[in-house]
Structure formats: C-alpha cells, structure tokens
C-alpha cells in the first residue's frame, strides 16, 4: 500500500461527509466546512495546535482578498440597481436588438451586469426588467428569462473581477486581464448557446401557469423594470462605470507584456489594475456617475452601501471556510497525495478541473464551495504540471462548478419560485441550461487551449540559472569545504577514457537547503517532495542598495500569491556568484522569512550562496522557512532572467541523509509577463 493511500481515503472520506452534511443533514456549509476540516487535519495526524491554525490561516489567506473584492463589488451592484443604470444598460441594448431578438439582449445584460455581484443578488436586481419585457411583448417568460440567468451564471464561474470568478484566479495564480479575455471567448458562446439557442427550443415545450403572484407584485408597482422613480443615467455612462474594473485590469495585462519591468508607467498599471484597486476605483467614480449625478443624498448612498452589505456575510462565511479546509489539504499533505497520484496518472488538468468541481457542485449545489474546494485540489497538481495555462484551469474550474443545478441549489429554487414553475419544469430549463454551460464552458476550454497552448510563450525556452561550479571562480562560504576538481584520466594526456573525481562541500555552487540543515529530526535533502521545486515561481528584483530584504522592503514587491520567490539582489548585478566570496551579500531579514512562510510560500531562493546573514548571531532566516518545511534554493545565477513569472524546476542529487546537495535550476518564461 502506497504511502499516500491513507491521506488519500481521509480526503475521500471528507468530501463525502461534507456532502452528506450539507446535502442530507441540511447542515449550514460553514459549519459543515470547518468541521470536516478539523476531522481530516486530526485523521491526517497533524498537531491539534496546527489544525487550527491552518483553518485560521487559510480562512484569513481567502478573505483578506476575497472580502474586499465582495464587499466592493456588491455596492458597485446596488448602485447601479438604484440608479437605474442597470435598467438603462438593458432597456438600450433590448431596442437596439429589438423585439424578436430581446432573449439575446436579456442575454448581454446578464452578461454585462452579472460583472461585478454574485448571482442571486444580479437575479433579484434583473427579473423585474423579464417580467416587465414578458408583460409588454407577451413572449415566454422561459425564453427571456433562462437567456438572462444564463448570462449570469458563466459570469459568475467564469469572468473576474466576478468575486467567485477572482477564488479561483488566486488559487491558480492566473494573470487576471488574460483570464478575462480568455473567458469572454469562451463564456459568451457558452451563453449563447445554454441561454437563446436553449431558450428558443424549450420555451414551446413548457407551459407555464397564467397568474404568477411573484410577477404581480413588481408589476403591480408600476413595472418600470427597476423601480426607479428619477430619470435614468445614459446607457454610456451607465456600460463605462461598470465596466471600469475590467478596463482597468486589461491595461494592466496589455502593460506587462509592452512595458519592461522597471517602467514607472507599468508599475502604476499594475497599481491600479490590481482587482482591489479597479473596483474602489469603479466604486468611487459611481458614486459621482450614478449616485451624485442622479441627485441622490450622501445619506441614500450609505443607505445602498449598508443595506447591500449585509447579505454577503453567508457568502463569506463559506468562502472563508473553503479556504480553511484548502489549507488543511495542503498542510496535511493531502493536496500532495492528490497531486502524486494525478502526476502518475497523466491526467490532463483542465479534465481534473472540471471533473472535481462538478463531483462537488453536483453533491452540495453550491457553485462557490465548488470553486474554492476543487482550486485547493487541483492547484498543486497544476503547479507540479508545467505547460498548464492557470487561466485556462480558471475556465475549466469554472465551468465544472456550474454544471447540473439541482433541489439541493439555492439557485435553482429561486428560479423555480420566481418562474412559478415546477420542479419537473425547473429541471427541464434551469438544470438543462446550467449543464450545458458546464458542458459546453468545457468544450470552448479545451478548444481554446489548442489554439493558445500552455502557460508558457510557444517560443520561450528553459533558461539555465544554475551557477557554473568552476574551484576557480565558484565562490566558497567561510569555513566550508574547499571544491577540488581533478582527473584520475585524461584522454588528452593519452589515457584511454576520461575519468573525474570532485571533492566539495554540499552547499557549493546552487544548492537545496533541507530541513534537517537547521531543524532537529528535519526532512533530509532526500526526502524533500518534488512539489515545492516544480511549478510557477516569481523573480523579484532588489537595488543594488539594499543588503537586508527585511519585510518592509519585501512589501514593497508585488510577491503575494506567489508560491515560489526568487530574489534578484545585488550578487547577481555584480557577478558575485562567479568571483570570490564576498560578506556584504543580500540576505533574507527573519521578519522577512516570517511573512514568506505566513503567506504559504513553499520555496524560497536567493542568487548567492547562503539567505542568512553574515555573522548572524542565530540562524534564524533558515529556521523560519525550515521550520516550515520550506526549502531555500541558495546560489542561483539569475543574471540571464528579468522579474517577472516563470516555470521553475530546481532538482537536488538525491544524497541519502544529508541535509543538503548540489542542484540544477532551470526556468522558462511565462505567458503574459
């Protein structure tokens, strides 16, 4: 028995008592998340001080991005219900489509105002414009309305800055503005065709009762679609206000692959085109477009803003939750066993994708604890995998997690009610409708995927950053074995074959640093996994002035959501690792060491031979990261690349019981950088 079938049958195990808890015992999802959690992380024989602390850790890790992103976006959403630019964007585009082509408009507002909130909340905003459009042209409200829900649903899986959208990005450490154009190219045929083409079809073949009590109620007051009782903002001030966000993170991916990476012009656009930063931008520039320039007080606006608020907290709850039981996988080493077996199975990662987050969007009907789950599952298989295109895997994740809603979905229940349909009806438009967007979402990815390839440019090549050993030239740490290099025969001195021998410390040249270099009963260098040292990695460049890369001088870097750092200092500026040994090299300060390890990052490297400081008087940096289980790559030769993203394999000689050893790093360009 392999030694990664017990983490593998607890993983079975959880999710499984996750579903039956939400699913059959009708257990709040947070509940049921943080419990299981606690289950798998004290089956999985981890400290009980440190299953808590990984629910704690990855809870924080995912609302610390996740809650902002909600919370901003969800005001954007109200303001533009309450102003009537929603109702504006729709009413324009429905005459410009006209009458007989109204499902496909209805489409393109689901689409266009599904961008910045969850689905239930753009659903309850949008069906007063369906009963309104059904009451005037007398069409089906199943052909207006399942082109509009369809809209909102591959918004919602697929598109950032879409909150649900933006957990898998970050999981998949996707570049957002590719995501985007990537999505639309797959999400808008995958719109069309689960919402007009289906609609058009199934409508004849679902009657629909004559009197619907909910369609009364907002008809009854007054159908303007929307409720407001002021004019309405113009259709272009409405479609740029909510488009802003989007702008902006597309200027920001256009700048990374036009600009150099020192430009100041890029590094602004990278500023205010990080998610965060787009939508307070939007926000705040909505609160002039839509909110002031409407004639509405200071008071109603913080009324929107408090009143929308208060419904996100369930959402987040169970965001926050999902990221917790994410960490308990990868800290139980779970997440590793999985990707193992992935590895050795040769399974295409989008397929594996999309495959875990149906499995668990068909078991617990949410599509948010789908996404957060099966990103936390697949992540570590997609780093381990290079030539994987994260923000394809978003795609697929995404998809997957739309597939099938049935009884046990919030969502299909609020069709139902709001359709006034049966359950057979409902399973008839709305769950047909979501697996063909799951379906098809699938279909559009892989097709796309042929057609971009993998993460990497089709003309980057692997890039050696490997030091040269050279007992000439290789510098040698103070104290440590000198390097010998010399030949037992020699062809060119008439010997039959060439024979070598080397003699050298094992911390000479790029080299690992295992746990056991500073950790009692520490992993030897043998035994360090192999997920850490492949998969994406991020190169950060240091000036030349500064020798400690304390915390301050890290937050200064964009390195968060990277999962492997790489520091660029002032050795590789001055060719340090290839002259002698000099003291004043850059180091890693602990307070610096401290947020790596904090922030999950599971490798570490430096381009000279040691990330300690000279005559530190503890060794602190190494038993931080360590500590963690951490490896640190020392001795880089990072001078052939730039910052920037790459793919990154650093392989140590397996030397049995040794706490260190001599590696080969190579590295290769990412797309979008």
Not at 162 to 177: R, T
Not at 505 to 510: E, I, K, M, W, Y
Not at 621 to 632: A, Y
Request: net charge neutral; hydrophobic share 50%; charged share 15%.
């Amino acid at each position: 028995m392999s030694s990664n079938t017990p983490l593998l049958l607890y993983a079975l195990l959880a999710v499984v008592a996750l579903i039956v808890l939400i699913a059959r015992f009708k257990v709040h999802p947070f509940v049921a998340l943080i419990s299981v959690s606690l289950a798998l992380g004290i089956a999985a024989g981890m400290p009980l001080g440190s299953v808590v602390k990984a629910i704690q850790d990855g809870v924080g890790t995912v609302l610390g991005f996740i809650a902002i992103v909600v919370a901003l976006g969800t005001m954007l959403g109200k303001l533009m219900a309450e102003s009537g630019g929603a109702t504006r964007i729709a009413t324009t585009l429905i005459a410009v489509f006209g009458e007989r082509r109204v499902h496909w408009a209805l489409m393109f507002v689901g689409f266009i105002v599904g961008i910045p909130v969850f689905f239930q909340v753009g659903f309850v905003l949008l069906i007063p414009l369906v009963f309104t459009i059904a009451r005037r042209t007398g069409l089906s409200l199943v052909k207006i309305g399942i082109p509009l829900v369809a809209g909102l649903s591959v918004v919602h899986g697929m598109v950032p800055p879409h909150p649900a959208a933006m957990l898998a990005v970050g999981a998949y450490q996707a570049d957002v503005g590719r995501t985007i154009a990537y999505a639309l190219l797959v999400g808008l045929p995958t719109a069309a065709l689960a919402g007009p083409v289906f609609a058009t079809w199934i409508a004849p073949r679902i009657t629909l009762p004559a009197e619907n009590p909910i369609e009364a109620q907002f008809i009854g007051n007054g159908g303007s679609g929307g409720g407001v009782p002021r004019e309405m903002p113009s259709f272009g001030i409405s479609l740029f206000t909510v488009l802003l966000p989007v702008i902006l993170m597309v200027c920001t991916s256009i700048g990374d692959v036009a600009l150099d990476p020192g430009s100041p012009l890029r590094a602004a656009l990278d500023f205010v085109g990080s998610p965060i930063v787009a939508l307070l931008l939007a926000l705040l520039f909505s609160f002039w477009s839509l909110g002031y320039r409407q004639h509405f007080t200071r008071d109603q606006i913080l009324k929107f803003a408090n009143d929308c608020l208060g419904p996100t907290a369930t959402i987040l709850l169970i965001i926050g939750a999902g990221g917790g039981f994410n960490r308990v996988l990868i800290e139980s080493g779970v997440g590793k066993a999985i990707a193992d077996v992935a590895l050795g199975s040769h399974a295409s990662p989008l397929l594996l994708a999309w495959s875990v987050a149906a499995l668990i969007r068909v078991a617990t009907g949410s599509a948010t604890v789908a996404m957060t789950t099966s990103a936390g599952i697949v992540a570590p298989i997609a780093a381990a995998t290079p030539g994987t295109s994260p923000e394809l895997l978003v795609l697929a994740t995404g998809a997957g997690s739309l597939v099938l809603s049935h009884v046990n979905d919030a969502g299909f229940w609020l069709i139902k009610e709001f359709f006034n349909m049966t359950v057979p009806q409902t399973l008839k438009t709305w769950t047909v409708a979501e697996t063909i967007i799951g379906v098809a979402g699938l279909f559009f990815t892989l097709l796309l995927s042929l057609l971009v390839g993998g993460c990497a440019r089709p003309d980057a090549p692997w890039i050696d950053v490997t030091a040269t050993l050279d007992p000439g030239r290789t510098p040698v740490y103070e104290g440590d074995a000198p390097m010998k290099f010399d030949f037992l025969k020699d062809m060119r001195r008439g010997d039959k074959f060439t024979l070598s021998v080397y003699s050298m410390g094992a911390h000479s040249g790029t080299h690992l640093d295992a746990p056991m270099h500073f950790i009692a009963n520490g992993a030897p260098v043998d035994q360090v996994a192999l997920e850490p040292l492949i998969g994406p990695a991020r190169v950060i460049d240091i000036p030349d002035s500064i020798q400690a890369i304390d915390a301050a001088e890290l937050n200064r870097h964009d390195w968060r959501n990277a999962k492997r750092v790489l520091f660029r200092t002032r050795s590789t500026l001055r060719g340090w690792m290839d002259s002698a040994f000099h003291k004043d090299f850059a180091y890693i300060a602990p307070d610096a060491a401290q947020l790596l390890a904090d922030d999950g990052v599971v490798l570490v490297g430096v381009d000279y031979i040691s990330a300690e400081q000279f005559g530190a008087p503890a060794p602190r940096t190494h038993q931080i990261l360590l500590g963690r289980g951490i490896p640190i790559v020392e001795g880089l030769d990072l001078r052939p690349v730039q910052a920037g993203d790459y793919d990154f394999i650093v392989l140590p000689i397996k030397v049995r019981g040794h706490e260190g050893a001599p590696a080969r790093a190579i590295a290769r360009k990412r797309g979008g950088n």
